[in-house]
C-alpha cells in the first residue's frame, strides 16, 4: 500500500536536510510502529506524507497504490485515503466540531464523486462513533480543539478518523499528553479500525502506546533514515535498551 524509496527532504525555507534517504514499505493491514530520538524526523515524514508545505522533497519518491503522491496536495492525498493524526491538534475557533465533521466528510465524498450525506444520515454515523470513543453530544457542538484538554483532542481526531475511513492511517505520536485512561480510549478507536484493507504508520517515542495497539513491524528512524527494521520485539529492545546499542551497531 505504502512505499517510500530512498526519500530525502528538507525544510523548504532554509534548505535543511531532514531525511536522508528512507526506504520504507507497509503493506495492506499491516500496524507500522516507527520509533527514534527526538530530531531523528520522525514528524516531518508524517508532513511530508500528508502534503504538508514546508518541506521539499529533493530525492526519492512515494507511492500509495503503486502510485506517486508527491504532485498531489493535500486535499487530493486526503480524497485518495490519506489520513494523519496530529501529535498537536490544530484549534479552529468558531468552527463546530460536529460542522468541521459534516464539511470534511462531504468534501472527500464530493471529490471521490459521492453525494452528500444527509443530516439525519450524517448525526447517526457521528452519534454512533462518538459513543464508542466517549465522546459526548456537548463536546460536538464546541469549536474544534478550543478549550479541549489533550485527551479530547486526540479522541476528536480518532473520531475523524473513524468517519472518513482512510486507507492510510498516519499517527504522529498520538500518545502524547495522554493519561493511561485516554490512552486505552484511543487505543481502543485505533483497534477498532484495524482491516486487511487498512494500513497504519504508528510514530511514537514510548512502548506504552504499543502495548495497546501492537505492531506488526517496528522501525527505528535516526538521522533522517531507517537504521533497523524488526518484529514487536524490537519496541520493548529499545524500551528496555534504548538506542544507543542500536546506533552503534549501524554506523
Do not use: W
Not at 527532504?9 to 530520538?37: F, H, K, N, S
Amino acid at each position: 500500500m505504502l512505499e517510500i524509496k530512498n526519500l530525502h527532504a528538507r525544510v523548504a525555507d532554509d534548505e535543511t536536510e531532514i531525511l536522508r534517504g528512507v526506504d520504507l514499505t507497509v503493506q495492506a493491514g499491516e500496524v507500522a510502529a516507527i520509533m527514534g530520538p527526538n530530531g531523528s524526523g520522525k514528524s516531518t515524514l508524517s508532513y511530508i506524507l500528508a502534503g504538508r508545505e514546508d518541506y521539499e522533497v529533493t530525492e526519492g519518491d512515494i507511492l500509495y497504490n503503486d502510485e506517486s503522491i508527491l504532485e498531489m496536495d493535500p486535499a487530493e492525498r486526503a480524497a485518495a485515503g490519506v489520513f494523519l493524526a496530529f501529535q498537536y491538534p490544530l484549534e479552529i475557533p468558531g468552527v463546530a466540531t460536529m460542522t468541521f465533521l459534516k464539511t470534511a466528510l462531504n468534501s472527500q465524498r464530493k471529490a471521490r464523486g459521492e453525494g452528500e450525506l444527509t443530516t439525519p444520515d450524517l448525526m447517526r454515523r457521528v452519534k454512533a462513533a462518538a459513543a464508542d470513543l466517549k465522546i459526548d453530544a456537548a463536546m460536538l457542538k464546541r469549536p474544534l480543539n478550543v478549550g479541549f484538554s489533550g485527551g479530547e483532542k486526540k479522541r476528536a481526531e480518532i473520531l475523524q478518523m473513524a468517519l472518513l475511513e482512510p486507507k492510510l492511517c498516519v499517527m504522529d505520536e498520538t500518545d502524547s499528553g495522554l493519561d493511561i485512561d485516554a490512552l486505552k480510549v484511543v487505543a481502543d478507536g485505533v483497534n477498532a479500525l484495524r482491516s486487511p484493507e487498512r494500513a497504519f504508520l504508528v510514530i511514537t517515542h514510548y512502548q506504552r502506546l504499543l502495548d495497546y495497539i501492537v505492531p506488526d513491524t517496528v522501525h527505528v528512524l535516526y538521522k533522517g533514515r531507517i537504521i533497523k527494521s524488526g518484529d514487536k520485539e524490537l519496541a520493548l529492545q529499545l524500551e528496555n535498551e534504548g538506542y544507543s546499542q542500536i546506533i552503534d551497531e549501524a554506523a
